[in-house]
Nanobody, 120 residues
Framework: QVQLVESGGGLVQAGGSLRLSCAAS????????IGWYRQAPGKERELVAT??????KYADSVKGRFTISGDNAANTVYLQMNSLKPEDTAVYFC???????????????WGQGTQVSVSS
């Protein structure tokens, strides 16, 4: 099994920045795709950003403000969040899909979530 360890959440004023990190606990797990999702109170979980084979995708609401990047050697993904708005307030979840060394089966894992709160 793999644990996705998240960090970087917190409280920030509107216009500020935060950087979230998500690292897979086992080096034998090769990530195929990894990304960030968020869920605000009373709302459905939504895609924020993903990266796969060097290709990034973003939700329209965060384009130009958020940047996803990865460190392949460390099995780690980052989400740089700039120009934060109160509507960005949510629990942010890391999700990864990949394979263990020597195996063809693909596995899917979720992180525990980290709170991001943006005040006005």
């Amino acid at each position: 099994q793999v644990q996705l360890v998240e960090s970087g959440g917190g409280l920030v004023q509107a216009g500020g920045s935060l950087r979230l990190s998500c690292a897979a606990s086992r080096s034998t797990f090769s990530i195929i795709a990894i990304g960030w999702y968020r869920q605000a109170p009373g709302k459905e979980r939504e895609l924020v950003a993903t990266i796969s084979s060097g290709t990034t995708k973003y939700a329209d609401s965060v384009k130009g403000r958020f940047t996803i990047s990865g460190d392949n050697a460390a099995n780690t993904v980052y989400l740089q969040m700039n120009s934060l708005k109160p509507e960005d307030t949510a629990v942010y979840f890391c999700h990864a899909r990949g394979q263990f060394a020597g195996e063809a089966y693909e596995y899917s894992y979720w992180g525990q979530g980290t709170q991001v709160s943006v005040s006005s």
